[in-house]
């Protein structure tokens, strides 16, 4: 029995919301068992350039129409580790965590037991959580070989999972809430709710503060036990 799980598909270096749900849950899922999307979240994210506005930093992958995160190869990563660590470096002149935040970027690669796309992005996470010392109890779904009945519809993926670990209370992030139809949640017993929006501002002269950047960007000028003192007190889960 899981009192609280959340299921989320393993984005790159994604925003701090991402984080909220790790630390709203007991047991998270990154779900990898689906096709892989071209212009997504799952290989590429932003931070600020040097003008004043925002660039994306990306990684390619090798990803043929139909192929699945889980199978989706990062084409050279000691390339596109170099290229990203270039476009951070205008923050070493003014990020007071420019060194940390570096740091934990290569330690991301550096972990990661294969090239796969989900492969790097969850050892990201699990890096970034152990700094914040945010506790990172989420698994790959391919490595589960959970057994589902036929999917009729995309929120329908949640409820089966969530029935099928026997979790009491699952939670979404803001994003996506279309998708459920509560009266089947209700129907289990399994309590559906969705984390609200709290966006977390904090000081980035001499450049604008922009909302909803990479988690890199919020590590680059926060210390951690500011990160993780925002996520406790406004972090909220509405029905």
Not at 87 to 111: G, N
């Amino acid at each position: 029995m899981i009192n609280t799980l959340g299921i989320m598909q393993p984005y790159f270096f994604p925003y701090l919301g991402y984080f909220q749900l790790i630390a709203s849950v007991e047991r998270g899922i990154l779900f990898d068992t689906v096709q892989y999307k071209r212009k997504s979240w799952m290989n590429r994210n932003r931070v600020l350039d040097d003008k004043g506005g925002w660039q994306y930093i990306t990684v390619p992958v090798k990803a043929g129409d139909g192929i699945l995160i889980e199978n989706t190869q990062v084409i050279d990563p000691a390339s596109a580790l170099k290229r990203i660590q270039g476009q951070l470096q205008h923050y070493r002149a003014c990020a007071p965590f420019f060194q940390q935040t570096l740091h934990l970027l290569d330690q991301s690669f550096e972990s990661a037991r294969s090239l796969s796309i989900g492969e790097l992005n969850t050892q990201a996470l699990k890096v970034i959580c152990e700094y914040l010392g945010i506790a990172f109890n989420w698994v790959p779904c391919s490595e589960m070989k959970l057994e589902l009945p036929p999917i009729t519809h995309a929120g329908q993926w949640a409820l089966e999972i969530s029935s099928l670990l026997g979790a009491r209370r699952y939670i979404n992030a803001p994003g996506g809430r279309e998708i459920f139809i509560p009266r089947e949640w209700e129907k289990r017993g399994i309590e559906l709710r969705f984390l609200k929006p709290s966006p977390f501002t904090y000081p980035t002269a001499p450049y604008p503060f922009i909302e909803n950047l990479s988690i890199l960007d919020v590590l680059m000028w926060n210390e951690p036990e500011v990160i993780v003192d925002y996520i406790r007190k406004h972090t909220e889960c509405v029905v």
